[in-house]
């Protein structure tokens, strides 16, 4: 292997592997390329003997992990036990090995923002706080900050003072923290917080990762908060190989609680720190870098830098300002159209916005263009109703204390329980110590249910107790099956019949698609699969690890997702102050300079082409109103602009007004609009069938009367033959796994 891509900064850096280094660069100018290099060069060449598992590299994202780890080994071969990962993916991997230190049990589960919602409003409603000065999100807010940074209940309450408020929101808090670890459980801030704790307070936990991890490396190191910067030099303090990468000017989280001092003050931290600077931009053109510059060189607080490109300077910056915000998405979608070509497929270009609430209207407009795009906001499947009843089951088989898990699926299918009978059911499980499941579980309380509710309990907590007790016999596929089965959950659907019914059954089969996927990359790799990882994976993903880059599909996602990522078109529209800038920054000074740092990540996504675009008028939230445009725009030198001088854009190509086939001027009316999810799915089934078809495979799988000599196969361990089969257990001879025994009723065994 050698580092002949890099050029001379950057394979300086590449060969600086002892002690602390900072790279410290622009956008595009190839920080993340070079530290992929690095670690395929300290791995090849650099430490000797071979040993890949001393890596440990932290990402942004778990997608950018992926992507980092395929390049290296496709530079220098597989490298098993190498950790490149996010930060909040390694604080899970310590806390699942050192549960006891953190003070959980081992089938801890992770709670998405969802759960936490749901966690906090019970718990407001329960100590009567008034939801309208106690609103979840304000809550929720204020827990994460103080998380952030490191402060407890009784630490918030000390640096607040005690005021009304502030002693409900430490009740709040105190109460919050309680019942998480009631139900065995962590939100997302516990992660980074409980696995900072483990290694500050246990020395020995701390060594071994200091011997294990010789050389440390961190992407994106000026968005880290002040957690993940006290565990990065808690790991690095032994041996100094600690190697960050970052761009001051790209700090775009401080209100999620990044502190760009980190970046800033990392000489300070690591006296013998080398810097390096990289200049060269490889990715964007000319005139798109200097737009870029020209709006960041208004920021004062950052260190001054200056990219420059051996591209040409390229097309000039395209600003057009419509007169509505609908002729904004639709002048963006004929653009698409028209640059879309042989050279040029849908996903080269990518619409980036401010705010989530901008997405409907690019969403209308590319669908009646019939342009495929891939939306990337909070909003994803995981959060679909039918895919988190089935997640929470799911949860419930790794961990039955999950209480938030329980209370979504105890009536979901309906089962006559309602709220009432839930509380009766904790109080119960409270008094007696116990998980709502174990109670659920005793045949006496069963009896004490409404009638029309014992059957389906009993049902539903077998089928628990059975996934649980034979998990290392099933694949994840087999326990989401038998769950959604066995719960009564699709046959709910099933009957309902109707089309919103049949859209949730695709949905689910669309979510088995998924854990089979997972299941095969796991096998490719030769590892298992197990469920608690999958709910890991389902739990940590954030908006940008949805991102496939070569979708054949045009992107949708905030410019807060885009980091790190390149496009050869980008779109950024929405450019009016109170949107971007935000009207909330634009009273203060360090607000107003985050969003001119978010304005020039957005701009260097780009590689070949950039577009401006605003609206005259526009209604956001419900309200409509007259916009100014951008500060941001004022900044932009305006000989890089193209846009004829003429700030209102009249659309010159195409009087039909949307895209080329959508119009009836040409005296075809428009074809029959289809809902866009659907238009290139390759399922070509019908759904309802489907869900019959293995509601029906499913019910008779298991119960054969297994005699021994059988012949049979097993979803997870394939071949055997029948050695002994009693009423309850059938023990198999698997031809690659030797001995097994498995419940009867729900081993996935057929008779060949
Ligand atoms: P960002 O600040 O946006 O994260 P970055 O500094 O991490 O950007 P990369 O994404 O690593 O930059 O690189 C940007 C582009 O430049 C990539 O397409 C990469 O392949 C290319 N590139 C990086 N270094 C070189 C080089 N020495 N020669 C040619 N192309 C390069
Ligand atoms: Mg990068």
Redesign the pocket.
């Known amino acids: 292997m050698d580092l002949q891509?890099?050029?001379k900064q950057?394979r300086e850096a590449a060969l600086h592997t002892e002690g602390p280094l900072l790279i410290l660069?622009?956008?595009?100018?190839?920080?993340?390329?070079?530290?992929?290099q690095r670690i395929a060069y300290l791995i090849d060449q650099g430490i000797s003997p071979y040993k890949p598992w001393s890596i440990l590299a932290l990402t942004f994202t778990n997608k950018a992990a992926g992507e980092m780890r395929q390049r290296v080994e496709k530079l220098v071969g597989s490298c098993p036990g190498m950790w490149i990962m996010t930060f909040h993916s390694m604080s899970l991997r310590i806390l699942r090995e050192n549960y006891e230190a953190a003070g959980y049990e081992k089938n801890f589960v992770v709670y998405d923002t969802v759960d936490q919602k749901a966690l906090l409003k019970n718990i407001i409603k329960e100590l009567n706080a008034d939801t309208k000065i106690y609103p979840i999100q304000y809550v929720s807010a204020i827990i994460s900050k103080e998380k952030e940074a490191d402060r407890g209940p009784d630490e918030y309450i000390e640096r607040e003072g005690e005021t009304l408020k502030s002693k409900m929101i430490y009740k709040i808090y105190r109460e919050y923290q309680r019942q998480l670890r009631k139900n065995n459980a962590m939100d997302f801030d516990d992660l980074l917080r409980n696995a900072y704790h483990v290694l500050r307070d246990n020395s020995e936990i701390l060594e071994g990762y200091q011997r294990r991890f010789s050389y440390i490396m961190v992407?994106?190191y000026q968005d880290t908060n002040h957690i993940q910067y006290q565990i990065v030099k808690l790991m690095a303090q032994a041996h100094q190989n600690l190697c960050v990468?970052g761009?001051d000017d790209?700090c775009i989280y401080e209100w999620r609680g990044a502190d760009i001092r980190n970046i800033l003050d990392f000489e300070k931290d690591f006296p013998q720190a080398k810097v390096i600077k990289?200049e060269?931009?490889?990715?964007s053109s000319g005139n798109i870098l200097a737009a870029a510059h020209s709006v960041i060189r208004n920021n004062r607080g950052r260190k001054s830098k200056r990219l420059w490109t051996e591209q040409e300077a390229g097309h000039k910056i395209v600003y057009a300002r419509l007169s509505n915000d609908k002729e904004e998405a639709s002048y963006i979608a004929r653009e698409i159209q028209l640059l879309e070509g042989p050279s040029r497929g849908y996903d080269d270009f990518a619409i980036l916005y401010r705010t989530n609430a901008q997405s409907r209207l690019f969403e209308d407009a590319l669908r009646q263009a019939r342009i495929p795009y891939q939306i990337l906001s909070g909003f994803s499947f995981y959060e679909r109703k039918e895919t988190k009843d089935m997640i929470s089951y799911m949860r419930l088989v790794a961990n039955p204390r999950d209480e938030m898990a329980f209370i979504r699926v105890i009536n979901e299918p309906k089962r006559g329980i309602g709220e009432k009978t839930v509380e009766k059911l904790r109080t119960l499980a409270g008094v007696r110590g116990q998980s709502l499941l174990d109670v659920i579980s005793d045949d006496e309380v069963v009896e004490g249910l409404p009638a029309k509710a014992r059957d389906s309990v009993k049902q539903m907590a077998e089928i628990i107790n059975l996934c649980r007790d034979e998990q290392s016999n099933l694949t994840i596929s087999d326990i989401y099956d038998n769950l959604l089965i066995r719960t009564g959950y699709m046959k709910s659907l099933e009957e309902q019949n109707t089309q919103e019914a049949e859209a949730r059954i695709e949905n689910l089969l669309d979510f088995k698609s998924f854990i089979f996927d997972f299941e095969s990359e796991k096998k490719a790799s030769g590892e298992e699969a197990t469920l608690q990882e999958f709910l890991e994976k389902v739990a940590t993903d954030g908006d940008a690890d949805k991102y496939e880059s070569e979708s054949g599909k045009v992107t949708l996602m905030t410019l807060h997702s885009a980091?790190?990522?390149?496009f050869p078109v980008v779109f950024m529209p929405g450019m009016e102050d109170g949107l971007f800038p935000s009207h909330r920054s634009m009273d203060s000074m360090d607000k107003m300079e985050e969003e001119r740092r978010l304005c020039y990540?957005g701009m260097?996504?780009a590689?070949e082409r950039l577009f401006l675009t605003g609206a005259e008028y526009r209604v956001l939230y419900g309200n409509g109103s007259f916009t100014r445009e951008s500060e941001f725009m004022r900044e932009l030198e305006p000989s890089i602009l193209d846009s004829d001088g003429d700030m209102i854009y009249t659309p010159k190509r195409n009087s039909g007004g949307l895209g080329v086939n959508t119009g009836s001027m040409d005296g075809f009316a428009a074809p029959a609009y289809k809902p866009y999810e659907r238009q290139d799915k390759k399922i070509t089934y019908d759904p309802l069938q489907y869900a019959k078809r293995i509601v029906k495979e499913n019910a008779g799988m298991g119960d054969d009367d297994f005699k021994p000599g059988d012949e049979v196969s097993h979803s997870k361990f394939g071949r055997g033959m029948v050695i002994e089969s009693d009423q309850k257990t059938v023990t198999v001879m698997f031809d690659g796994e030797g001995r097994k025994k498995l419940a009867k009723g729900i081993a996935r065994l057929k008779k060949l």
């Not at 660069?25 to 992929?36: E, F, L, P, R």
């Not at 060269?280 to 990715?283: G, H, I, V």
């Not at 980091?563 to 390149?566: M, R, S």
Request: aromatic residues 2%; charged residues 25%; without cysteine.
């Open positions: 891509s890099l050029n950057q660069a622009g956008a595009g100018s190839g920080k993340t390329a070079t530290m992929t992407d994106e990468v761009d790209q990289l060269q931009n490889y990715r980091k790190g990522l390149e990540v260097t996504r590689k």
